[in-house]
Structures are given as structure tokens and as C-alpha cells.
């Protein structure tokens, strides 16, 4: 079946350093969405991506969709500490299902 | 500001009981999701539902978990017996046509 990896599975970052996580699918996606949960809540939505090579930005934070819609970065510029928690991206392969495979996630810690 | 409902937020229980946690989609959604996460498995889906018909529930042990949508504002998780092993937060998610999923704050569950 369908698999979604993501490195580092942990990165501590001093305060106004950079994070980039990394996602990749064993399967040519349809979209990609990525959440954040923040330590004992729940993960809430970020932003979905859905074309080859999509750049998204938040703020600090760069999305990227790869050209073979097989991988997709979350890049943050200057880290703070609000930005502790572990960021998931999930793949979808077919919009009518509905359905995403969550990778295991990258939890960052960030040092004021 | 719409939001998925759990409940309740906490249950603690000794094996061997029932449990059985709720969730209240977001209106008008039409999916709705069943996460089990603990701190070695990440977010593991236990199933899923399109407009109340079950789609997938291979993520779940079937000889004690079950899950059912009596209507479209409720969804049902019950574990029986449950086991010191079931001890996990629970999500439940709900979402439209697409991939974008939005979760509830979850069901923490210890089993003694």
C-alpha cells in the first residue's frame, strides 16, 4: 500500500535558526496537505497543495510540491518558539475518497 | 467558528470494560475519520466513513472495536473489552469532498 515518509522524525533548532522537514510517497500523489499539532493538541490544518511544482507561503513557513508529485518540503524561516510541534504532511492519491496517509511526522523543539 | 466535537475528553477505565467515544462532524461534512495515536505508532487510521457508509476499516482490531454513524451529526467508536493496550488519544476528523481533514480535540483514554 501506499507510504508516506518524513525526516528528521525530530530537529532542535536554537531560536531564529531555519527547519525543513521533508515528505515523500512511495505513490505519484494527487495532493498534499500538511498540519501542525502543538504538544497535547490536536493536529490542525495547514495548507493543501495540489499542482506539480506548487510553492505556498504562510508567513515564515514555504511549501513545496515536487514536479513528480512525489515529495513535498515544509520550510521554516527563522524559527520561534510558538513554532514547537510536530508537523505532519499527508498525501491523498484520489480526491473521491477523501483519504490521506499521514506520515509519522518531524517534531520540532525550538531553544530560546 | 464550526469544529468537530469529541466525547468525552478523558476516560479512564479498567480492562474489561466498554467504552465508547463520540464525535460530532463538522455540518455539512460528509467524511469522517477514526485516528488512534499513541507515542510509538503516530496517527494510525482506525477507519472511516463517506456519507455514513463505513469505507475502510482495516486499521481496526475487529474482534473488540467498532465503529458506526447513526445519523449524520454522530459518530460512534466503541472498544469491548477494552485492553491495558488500547491506551491512546482517540481523533476523530470530518471533512468535504477532497482531502482536507479537521480534527477534534480528541479522546484521551487510559485503560487500567
Known amino acids: 500500500g501506499q507510504q508516506v515518509m518524513q525526516i528528521p522524525q525530530y530537529q532542535h533548532v536554537q531560536e531564529g535558526e531555519d527547519f525543513t522537514t521533508y515528505c515523500n510517497s512511495s505513490?505519484?500523489?494527487?495532493?498534499i496537505q500538511w498540519y501542525k499539532q502543538r504538544p497535547g493538541g490536536h493536529p490542525v490544518f495547514l495548507i493543501q497543495?495540489?499542482?506539480?511544482?506548487e510553492v505556498k507561503k504562510q508567513k515564515r513557513l514555504t511549501f513545496q510540491f515536487g514536479e513528480a508529485k512525489k515529495n513535498s518540503s515544509l520550510h521554516i524561516t527563522a524559527t520561534q518558539t510558538t513554532d514547537v510541534g510536530t508537523y505532519f504532511c499527508a498525501g491523498g492519491v484520489n480526491t473521491n475518497a477523501g483519504k490521506s496517509t499521514f506520515g509519522d511526522g518531524t517534531t520540532l523543539t525550538v531553544k530560546p | 467558528d464550526a469544529r468537530v466535537t469529541q466525547t468525552p475528553r478523558h476516560k479512564v477505565t479498567e480492562m474489561g470494560q466498554e467504552v465508547t467515544m463520540r464525535c460530532q462532524p463538522i455540518l455539512g461534512h460528509n467524511t469522517v475519520f477514526w485516528y488512534r495515536q499513541t507515542m510509538m505508532q503516530g496517527l494510525e487510521l482506525l477507519a472511516y466513513?463517506?456519507?455514513?457508509?463505513?469505507?475502510?476499516d482495516s486499521g481496526m482490531p475487529k474482534d473488540r472495536f467498532s465503529a458506526e454513524m447513526p445519523d449524520a451529526t454522530l459518530a460512534t467508536l466503541k472498544i469491548q473489552p477494552s485492553e491495558p493496550r488500547d491506551s491512546a488519544v482517540y481523533f476523530c476528523a470530518s471533512g468535504r469532498t477532497g482531502n482536507i481533514q479537521y480534527f477534534g480535540a480528541g479522546t484521551r483514554l487510559s485503560v487500567l
Open positions: 505513490t505519484t500523489l494527487s495532493n
Open positions: 497543495l495540489v499542482k506539480s511544482g
Open positions: 466513513f463517506r456519507n455514513r457508509a463505513p469505507l475502510d
